[in-house]
C-alpha cells in the first residue's frame, strides 16, 4: 500500500467511526422490522449467482487471452448469516487465474473489529491458496482492515499499480466514494504508454477521470446493483455520484469498458428483491 495514501484517509475514519448508523440504515431496519419481508429477502440474499462474461479489447497482449478474472465485491460477510458457506460452495466450481476484489469487507463501519472480519479473513485465506489475490478499499473498510488483509497475503492497491504480465498493467485507487482519496494519477504512474490497462476501484464514480487516462477495463462495485430492484422499472437508488447507466453491469464509456458489480454481499440490511448477489468471472478475449 502507498503509505503517503494510508495516511490522507485516517482524518476521515476518525469522522465515521463517530457518527454511527446512519439514518437510512435505522430506516432500512425499521421497515424490515415492521414489514416482516426479513425471511424472503435473507433467502434472496443468499442465492448467490455465478455470471460470466468475454470481453475483447484491441490492445490485450496475447499472453493475457483466455485468462480469468474472478470478480468479488461488496461481500459483507459479517452482515449476511450464511454466505460464506454459500460462497465457497459456488468458489469451488469454478476455475480463475486471477482475483479482483472491489472493497467493503465488512457490514458495518467505524473502528476496527478483528471479531466481525473473520469470516472475511476466513474467504481470504481460502481464495490465497487458489489464487494471487488483488484488492482496493471500500468505503465501509478502515485502514487496520487494510493492513490485517496485506498481513494475510492479500495485495491491497492504494493509489499504486504494477505491471502483471508485460504490457499489462493492473491499477487501484483509493475509495472514490466516502474517503475521496482516491488518486488516479498516482495508481497510473509506473504504466508504460502502451499497456494495457486494468483499473480497480470500489466504485463507477470516476468513470470519466479513467477513460481520460485511457483505461481499458474498469471493474468496481458499490452500487449493490440497487439491491431492492422493482419490476419493470429496476434499480431506483444506487448510492453512487453515477448515472444509472453505469450503475450495474456492463457498460462503455469512449473507448473504454467496464462493470458495476451487482455486490456478492448485502448492505444496511441483509435483504435482496429483484438483483440476487452474484459472482462474476471476466475472460479476457474469451
Known amino acids: 500500500m502507498d503509505q503517503s495514501s494510508l495516511g490522507a484517509r485516517?482524518?476521515?475514519?476518525v469522522k465515521q467511526a463517530?457518527?454511527?448508523d446512519s439514518l437510512k440504515k435505522r430506516l432500512i431496519s425499521q421497515f424490515v422490522k415492521l414489514?416482516?419481508?426479513s425471511s424472503r429477502g435473507l433467502k434472496n440474499a443468499l442465492d448467490l449467482q455465478v455470471r460470466k462474461y468475454n470481453w475483447r479489447f484491441p490492445n490485450l497482449p496475447k499472453e493475457a487471452e483466455g485468462m480469468r478474472l474472478l470478480h468479488l465485491s461488496d461481500t459483507h460477510l459479517d452482515g449476511v448469516p450464511g454466505l460464506l458457506e454459500n460462497l465457497l460452495k459456488k468458489l469451488d466450481e469454478l476455475e480463475f487465474d486471477l482475483v479482483v476484489w472491489t472493497g467493503d469487507f465488512r457490514y458495518d463501519k467505524g473502528v476496527y473489529d478483528a471479531k466481525c472480519l473473520e469470516p472475511t479473513f476466513d474467504l481470504a485465506k481460502y481464495l490465497l491458496?487458489?489464487?494471487r489475490v488483488l484488492a482496493v478499499p471500500g468505503n465501509h473498510d478502515c485502514s487496520q482492515t487494510l493492513e490485517s488483509l496485506e498481513a494475510l497475503g492479500i495485495e491491497v492497491l492504494?493509489?499504486?499499480g504494477f505491471e502483471y504480465s508485460p504490457g499489462f498493467f493492473i491499477g487501484g485507487v483509493d475509495d472514490p466514494h466516502y474517503y475521496k482519496t482516491d488518486d488516479l494519477g498516482l495508481a497510473l504512474s509506473k504504466r508504460k504508454e502502451n499497456?494495457?490497462?486494468l483499473l480497480l476501484a470500489h466504485s463507477p464514480e470516476i468513470i470519466a477521470q479513467a477513460s481520460r487516462e485511457k483505461v481499458d477495463f474498469?471493474?468496481?462495485g458499490h452500487t449493490h446493483g440497487g439491491q431492492v430492484c422493482f419490476p419493470i422499472v429496476g434499480l431506483v437508488y444506487w448510492g453512487a455520484r453515477c448515472a444509472r447507466k453505469h450503475a450495474s453491469g456492463k457498460f462503455e464509456y469512449q473507448q473504454m469498458q467496464g462493470y458495476t458489480h451487482r455486490g456478492t454481499g448485502s448492505s444496511n440490511s441483509p435483504i435482496r428483491f429483484n438483483c440476487p448477489p452474484e459472482v462474476v468471472i471476466h475472460q479476457l478475449g474469451g
Open 129 to 131: 491458496k487458489r489464487s
Open 35 to 37: 414489514t416482516g419481508i
Open 195 to 197: 499497456d494495457f490497462t
Open 18 to 20: 463517530k457518527s454511527g
Open 10 to 13: 485516517k482524518l476521515r475514519e
Open 158 to 160: 492504494l493509489n499504486s
Open 218 to 220: 474498469y471493474l468496481c
